[in-house]
């Protein structure tokens, strides 16, 4: 009888970590879906807070309301349209009842949003961001990732693998310091930002496709939206490279560069 019950708890046991394992799958799945279904815009420039990213201020803001360690994750869309209002902000995974309202009051609490930059205009676009733990005991620090994605009319060959390290990096025409010579040559100091004595280092990342031409490309960390259109517009004007090869094929590379902008 013993034994019987042994082995029954084994298959109750089992029964459980494969109904763990659906449920998480619907939940990833439904959070995919659900992203794929938002009206989506490419941006170049993310929407900023003052002097520092959304994702930053909104790790700060959280850190300082949350008492207890995070166990999970929470994904929330934001829908911002091109004069920086935040719309229509939506909870696409839940992380609990408290998170959730805390981080909807952080969200409605900002004001002065800049919005999202492509090709030198402000444009709408959905936000999504993923809001996760990162293990630190002493400030109980809040990780937050913005999700970049787009819509299948301006997708450029999402569907392919992109690669950081391959068997042969993709290459300029005439080696590295010719492209940066290239981008130093043809870069307009911003005259406004010349006049204010606005400095430093815009920090970009792109993918190089299959074709040799750049692609994905988006600021990461810029200390001025001058500074950062106009990296944008000298690397967007160059010449194409020789794309990256792995097993004998052309590929999708990502590379982040620094443009440092000095008076």
Same mark, same amino acid.
């Given at each position: 009888?013993?034994?019987?019950?042994?082995?029954?708890?084994?298959?109750?046991?089992?029964?459980?970590?494969?109904?763990?394992?659906?449920?998480?799958?619907?939940?990833?799945?439904?959070?995919?879906?659900?992203?794929?279904?938002?009206?989506?815009?490419?941006?170049?420039?993310?929407?900023?807070?003052?002097?520092?990213?959304?994702?930053?201020?909104?790790?700060?803001?959280?850190?300082?309301?949350?008492?207890?360690?995070?166990?999970?994750?929470?994904?929330?869309?934001?829908?911002?349209?091109?004069? /920086? @209002?935040?719309?229509?902000?939506?909870? =696409?995974?839940? +992380? #609990?009842?408290?998170? !959730?309202?805390?981080?909807?009051?952080?969200?409605?609490?900002?004001?002065?949003?800049?919005?999202?930059?492509?090709?030198?205009?402000?444009?709408?676009?959905?936000?999504?961001?993923?809001?996760?733990?990162?293990?630190?005991?002493?400030?109980?620090?809040?990780?937050?990732?913005?999700?970049?994605?787009?819509?299948?009319?301006?997708?450029?060959?999402?569907?392919?693998?992109?690669?950081?390290?391959?068997?042969?990096?993709?290459?300029?025409?005439?080696?590295?310091?010719?492209?940066?010579?290239?981008?130093?040559?043809?870069?307009?100091?911003?005259?406004?930002?010349?006049?204010?004595?606005?400095?430093?280092?815009?920090?970009?990342?792109?993918?190089? /496709? @299959?074709?040799?031409?750049?692609?994905? =490309?988006?600021? +990461? #960390?810029?200390?001025? !939206?001058?500074?950062?259109?106009?990296?944008?517009?000298?690397?967007?004007?160059?010449?194409?490279?020789?794309?990256?090869?792995?097993?004998?094929?052309?590929?999708?590379?990502?590379?982040?560069?620094?443009?440092?902008?000095?008076?």
């Amino acid at each position: 009888m013993l034994k019987y019950f042994k082995l029954k708890s084994h298959y109750l046991i089992i029964g459980l970590l494969y109904l763990s394992s659906i449920v998480k799958a619907q939940t990833i799945d439904t959070v995919d879906t659900k992203v794929q279904q938002l009206p989506n815009r490419n941006y170049e420039i993310p929407p900023r807070f003052k002097d520092v990213s959304l994702n930053n201020y909104l790790s700060n803001n959280l850190a300082a309301k949350i008492t207890t360690p995070l166990t999970a994750y929470c994904v929330v869309n934001m829908f911002i349209d091109s004069t /920086g @209002k935040i719309k229509n902000t939506q909870i =696409l995974k839940s +992380l #609990s009842r408290d998170f !959730d309202r805390k981080l909807l009051t952080t969200i409605r609490s900002i004001h002065g949003l800049k919005p999202a930059i492509y090709l030198s205009h402000n444009v709408n676009v959905n936000l999504v961001l993923n809001i996760v733990e990162r293990t630190d005991s002493v400030t109980n620090a809040i990780k937050i990732d913005s999700w970049k994605y787009y819509p299948t009319a301006e997708a450029t060959d999402t569907t392919e693998k992109i690669f950081t390290l391959i068997e042969k990096a993709p290459e300029y025409p005439g080696g590295w310091q010719a492209y940066y010579n290239y981008l130093g040559e043809n870069i307009v100091y911003p005259q406004k930002a010349k006049q204010n004595n606005i400095q430093g280092k815009v920090i970009l990342t792109f993918v190089i /496709g @299959k074709d040799g031409h750049i692609n994905d =490309l988006q600021v +990461l #960390s810029s200390p001025d !939206d001058d500074l950062s259109i106009e990296a944008l517009r000298v690397v967007r004007s160059a010449p194409a490279f020789i794309p990256g090869i792995q097993n004998g094929k052309p590929v999708r590379v990502q590379f982040t560069i620094p443009i440092t902008f000095s008076l």
